[in-house]
């Protein structure tokens, strides 16, 4: 049986399926645009996470250059600057190395890469200046006035917006020493002392550095707890505790697996000597002897001694404006010495050097009184054990010691007054914003 439509039932199923194609365009226009606004929203997370993996990249760059910068700072504030542009030349933002410029006149303590300062860590304030910094502040930044311009996005442009700005900043402060006034450079002794009434001062914000791993007995051993004064007292070995020592004794601490401290004379170190020294003032093949009641006044310069030094009970050495070197031979001293260093020169500051290649041991002890032992400039025994017997009051052996191992022996208070000499940087640096 069939049905006929009629005109009107045609006209109408007509209409409806004119409806439903318009519907279907519709829905094909509002896709497009459903897409294009996807795409943008996609995009725009893209760039976002762009964006933030790079802020994330320039803190770490920030945080690492500050904290490089302020281990040198109070050393020498141009090298604090280079480090910190060093470090940070080792990071990458979204594929680019982070570039800093020095700002070396600290002009823009707002905006500069590198502003050095004063960190106040009771205020929790940054004060910027060249005059004895503590703290290095780093931006580091994609920005159009950087060195590498702003961050490119990649759908921005579709907004309109080609690329962003983002800033990133760190400061970090340094603590510790700029020098160690005893550096014991062998690897299995240190420090010994042997006396009821030892004590030990280091002045003039002096650490002291012990090189001993601690595979050995000997590296830090006291018979009776000396008295001890220093900026910071660091051990390489990095299990290091002893009852004697404590962090009150020391505004810095007590360091233990500290980085060891290459010696600072050695060629190539920051003080390089050079192992033989052209004598200026003598050479004695023979060695030197004082004896007892004798007094020897050494002419200023340098003097190289074969056959070793002996200064015995009684006896008395007087070098001012010398520098001794102990080419072969011990150093045995027992009675009375005053030694002050060249004033200029290569030698400059150095007023006893035992060679590199003399493997004898070294002895400085008196008990004549409270005059016995006066000894200026720098101590340099690089491959030796230098003991120091004394019983007078005080007992002034040098402004540094650079040894391989040091005893102090007696009832004495042996004093080093370091005066910041052969810089070797024992600090440390930690981010304080």
């Given at each position: 049986?069939?049905k006929?439509?009629?005109?009107?039932?045609?006209?109408?199923?007509?209409?409806?399926?004119?409806?439903?194609?318009?519907?279907?365009?519709?829905?094909?226009?509002?896709?497009?645009?459903?897409?294009?606004?996807?795409?943008?929203?996609?995009?725009?997370?893209?760039?976002?996470?762009?964006?933030?993996?790079?802020?994330?990249?320039?803190?770490?760059?920030?945080?690492?250059?500050?904290?490089?910068?302020?281990?040198?700072?109070?050393?020498?504030?141009?090298?604090?600057?280079?480090?910190a542009?060093?470090?940070?030349?080792e990071?990458?933002?979204?594929?680019?190395?982070?570039?800093l410029?020095k700002?070396?006149d600290?002009?823009?303590?707002?905006?500069g890469?590198?502003?050095?300062?004063?960190?106040?860590?009771?205020s929790?304030?940054?004060?910027?200046t060249?005059?004895?910094?503590?703290?290095?502040?780093?931006?580091?930044?994609?920005?159009?006035?950087?060195?590498n311009?702003?961050?490119?996005?990649i759908?921005?442009?579709?907004?309109?917006?080609?690329?962003?700005?983002?800033?990133?900043?760190?400061?970090?402060?340094?603590?510790?020493?700029?020098?160690?006034?005893?550096?014991?450079l062998?690897?299995?002794?240190?420090?010994?002392?042997?006396g009821?009434?030892?004590?030990?001062?280091?002045?003039?914000?002096?650490?002291?550095?012990?090189?001993?791993?601690?595979?050995?007995?000997k590296?830090?051993?006291?018979?009776?707890?000396?008295?001890?004064?220093?900026?910071?007292?660091?051990?390489?070995?990095?299990?290091?505790?002893?009852?004697?020592?404590?962090?009150?004794d020391?505004?810095?601490?007590v360091?233990?697996?500290?980085?060891?401290?290459?010696?600072?004379?050695c060629?190539?170190?920051p003080?390089?000597?050079?192992?033989?020294?052209?004598?200026?003032?003598g050479?004695?093949?023979?060695?030197?002897?004082?004896?007892?009641?004798?007094?020897?006044?050494?002419?200023?310069?340098?003097?190289?001694?074969?056959?070793?030094?002996?200064?015995?009970?009684?006896?008395?050495?007087i070098?001012?404006?010398?520098?001794l070197?102990?080419?072969?031979?011990?150093?045995?001293?027992?009675?009375?010495?005053?030694?002050?260093?060249p004033?200029?020169?290569?030698?400059?500051?150095?007023?006893?050097?035992?060679?590199?290649?003399?493997?004898?041991e070294?002895?400085?002890g008196?008990?004549?009184?409270s005059?016995?032992?006066?000894?200026?400039?720098?101590?340099?025994?690089?491959n030796?054990?230098?003991?120091?017997?004394?019983?007078?009051?005080?007992?002034?052996?040098?402004?540094?010691?650079?040894?391989?191992?040091?005893?102090?022996i007696?009832?004495?208070?042996?004093?080093?007054?370091?005066?910041?000499?052969?810089?070797?940087?024992?600090?440390?640096s930690?981010?304080?914003?």
């Open positions: 049986m069939f006929f439509s009629t005109t009107e039932q045609k006209r109408q199923r007509g209409v409806f399926v004119q409806t439903d194609i318009k519907r279907r365009g519709i829905a094909y226009i509002w896709a497009a645009i459903f897409l294009i606004i996807f795409i943008l929203l996609a995009g725009l997370s893209f760039d976002a996470a762009r964006a933030f993996v790079a802020a994330h990249q320039l803190q770490n760059a920030a945080d690492a250059a500050a904290l490089a910068g302020a281990c040198l700072v109070r050393v020498s504030e141009p090298n604090a600057r280079q480090k542009i060093d470090i940070a030349y990071n990458f933002v979204i594929g680019a190395r982070v570039r410029d700002n070396e600290n002009a823009d303590p707002d905006n890469d590198i502003i050095v300062g004063i960190y106040d860590r009771s929790k304030t940054f004060i910027p060249t005059t004895d910094p503590n703290a290095v502040k780093v931006i580091a930044k994609r920005t159009e006035d950087s060195l311009g702003s961050l490119p996005l759908f921005g442009p579709i907004a309109g917006v080609n690329d962003v700005d983002i800033t990133r900043s760190a400061i970090a402060v340094s603590i510790g020493t700029t020098g160690a006034g005893l550096i014991t062998d690897k299995c002794c240190g420090l010994t002392t042997d009821t009434k030892v004590s030990l001062d280091v002045n003039n914000d002096g650490a002291i550095q012990i090189n001993a791993d601690g595979h050995c007995s590296y830090v051993k006291f018979a009776s707890c000396p008295d001890i004064t220093a900026a910071a007292f660091n051990v390489v070995d990095i299990s290091f505790t002893d009852v004697c020592l404590n962090d009150a020391f505004p810095d601490g360091n233990a697996g500290v980085p060891r401290i290459e010696d600072p004379l060629p190539g170190g003080g390089s000597l050079p192992c033989l020294p052209e004598p200026s003032a050479i004695h093949h023979t060695g030197l002897t004082i004896k007892n009641g004798e007094t020897l006044t050494l002419e200023p310069g340098v003097h190289i001694i074969d056959g070793g030094l002996i200064v015995n009970n009684g006896g008395t050495l070098a001012n404006n010398v520098m070197f102990i080419q072969t031979g011990i150093l045995d001293v027992k009675g009375q010495i005053i030694i002050t260093p004033e200029s020169g290569t030698y400059e500051g150095v007023a006893i050097f035992q060679s590199r290649s003399n493997p004898e070294a002895s400085i008196s008990s004549s009184g005059s016995g032992i006066y000894v200026e400039g720098t101590l340099y025994f690089p030796n054990t230098l003991s120091v017997t004394s019983n007078d009051a005080t007992t002034l052996v040098g402004n540094q010691l650079i040894v391989g191992c040091l005893e102090l007696g009832n004495s208070s042996f004093i080093i007054n370091y005066d910041g000499r052969n810089p070797v940087p024992a600090l440390k930690f981010l304080v914003r």
